[in-house]
């Protein structure tokens, strides 16, 4: 699975995408996450799901209208930067993944 992970200018997106990718991998799963920012998930191709920071939570719509059906997008809780480990975080994307789709993926 490929997953974006997206705030406003990619910095704190880019610590959030880097421990999810580490737990990910922990668990043996094949998931690559990367950083960007709201443009970025707008022309985002080969995207499965959409992590939306907490602090642009009011541009998920936005974000959501642009993309595939079948593309997840789910906002973030305030608190994801300090999952330190990625665990809360990969356990929030697979209970996401795992519910059924309704095009409003939030906590």
Do not use: Y
Not at 1 to 10: D, E, H, Q, T
Not at 60 to 66: E, G, K, L, M, N
């Amino acid at each position: 699975m490929r997953i974006l992970v997206v705030c406003g200018a990619g910095a704190s997106s880019t610590f959030v995408a880097q421990r999810l990718s580490g737990a990910a991998s922990a668990a043996g799963l094949d998931w690559t996450a990367e950083a960007g920012t709201e443009r970025t998930a707008r022309s985002a191709v080969g995207i499965d799901a959409v992590l939306v920071g907490p602090h642009i939570a009011d541009h998920a719509d936005t974000i959501r209208a642009s993309l595939a059906s079948r593309v997840r997008v789910i906002v973030l809780p305030e608190d994801s930067f300090t999952d330190f480990d990625g665990s809360r975080t990969l356990r929030l994307l697979r209970d996401a993944m795992a519910a059924p789709h309704d095009r409003k993926d939030t906590p």
